[in-house]
Every structure is written in C-alpha cells, then in structure tokens.
C-alpha cells in the first residue's frame, strides 16, 4: 500500500484568507492529508482568540476529509516531531516572501533534519493580501467579499461591530 503524504500548513491565520484556501487547494493536489496548525502567539495580542481561529477554520473544511485542524505553540519543528510529519508547506506571494521563508525553512531545519519545506505560488490575484489588510478593510466597512470566504467575512464584521 503506499504511503500517505501528509504535511503541515502552519501560520496564525487570523483570519485565514482566500490566499491561504489557494495554497490549501494547491496543496491538496500533492498531499493526501493537511493539517492546518493555527498557532498561539504569546507575544502578540490576536484579532480572533485562537478557539475562534479554530472554530473558523475547522467549519471552513468540514466537509474535507483530507483536511485536519489543530492549534500548536513553541516550536513548529517540535510540532512536526509530535506528528510525525515532516513537511510543511508555505506560500509564496512575491519575491519579498523570499528571503524570511528561506530563513525560516533553513532554521526549521536546523532544528530537524528531517523538516523540508515545500512552496507553493498563491494566485497573483491574492499575491498583496494579508490577514491584516483584511482586519483593516472590514474596520472601514469596505468590501471583502473576493478576499475571504462568506463565513469569515460574517464574522469580521460581527467582530467590528458588536465586538
Ligand atoms: N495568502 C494571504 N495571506 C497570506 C498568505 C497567503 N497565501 N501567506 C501568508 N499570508 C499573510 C498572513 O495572513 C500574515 O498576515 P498578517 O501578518 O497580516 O497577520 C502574513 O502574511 C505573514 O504570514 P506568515 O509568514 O505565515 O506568518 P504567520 O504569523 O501566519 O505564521 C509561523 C508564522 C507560525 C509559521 C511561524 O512564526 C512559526 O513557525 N512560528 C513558530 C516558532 C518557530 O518554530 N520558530 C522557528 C522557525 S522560524
């Protein structure tokens, strides 16, 4: 039987965009399981509380099997080792990606050498978008229904305002 590919998509997806669902959808042409490690910064303050991250990503690909969800902190490469999975996929939006991505795939792995990270070009038309720009857009009422999916959308309004 052959083995199952699977690897790690990690990142704080705060929200999680329709760049990061390209990437997951290009992804899915190579490996046969994807877990979406959501992670829990310490140092920084999030927008959607990491329960709320989950629950959003979770209800996005809840009819995907090949999709699994999880929250992780400290180190990636410490998370791969639990897992026992040793890929990770990133996206690369521009050249401007580049140099960090590489840093960041060297250091993981120095930290295991059995880490390899595998890149995969995001869609030109998502290749400026950041969760950021998206909080920002919806905190002026704009519109960014091409940006996210509805359900995110739903809920950065909700968020802005209701709190
Ligand atoms: N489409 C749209 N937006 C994208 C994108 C895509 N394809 N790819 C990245 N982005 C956005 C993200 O939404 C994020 O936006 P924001 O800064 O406005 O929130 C920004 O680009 C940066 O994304 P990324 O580089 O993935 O950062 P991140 O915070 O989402 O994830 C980790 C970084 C979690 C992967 C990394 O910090 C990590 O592994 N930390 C664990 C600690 C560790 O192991 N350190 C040693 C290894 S360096």
Do not use: C
Request: charged letters at 25%; zero cysteines; a neutral charge.
């Amino acid at each position: 039987m052959n083995e199952i590919k699977r690897a790690i998509y990690p990142g704080s997806f705060d929200p999680i965009t329709n760049g990061h669902v390209d990437i997951i959808s290009r992804a899915k042409k190579v490996f046969d399981e994807i877990t979406i490690a959501v992670i829990q910064n310490p140092d920084k303050t999030p927008f959607f509380e990491l329960e709320h991250r989950l629950e959003l990503i979770k209800h996005l690909f809840k009819n995907d099997p090949h999709i699994k969800v999880e929250a992780f902190r400290g180190l990636l490469a410490d998370f791969a080792q639990k897992r026992n999975v040793y890929t990770i996929i990133r996206g690369l939006r521009a050249v401007s990606d580049f140099d960090f991505e590489f840093q960041m795939a060297l250091t993981n792995r120095h930290l295991n050498t059995k880490i390899d990270t595998v890149f995969f070009m995001t869609d030109e038309k998502y290749s400026y978008l950041s969760s950021s720009l998206v909080r920002q857009l919806a905190g002026l009422s704009a519109d960014i229904s091409s940006f996210v999916p509805p359900d995110i959308e739903r809920s950065l309004k909700d968020r802005i305002h209701h709190g």
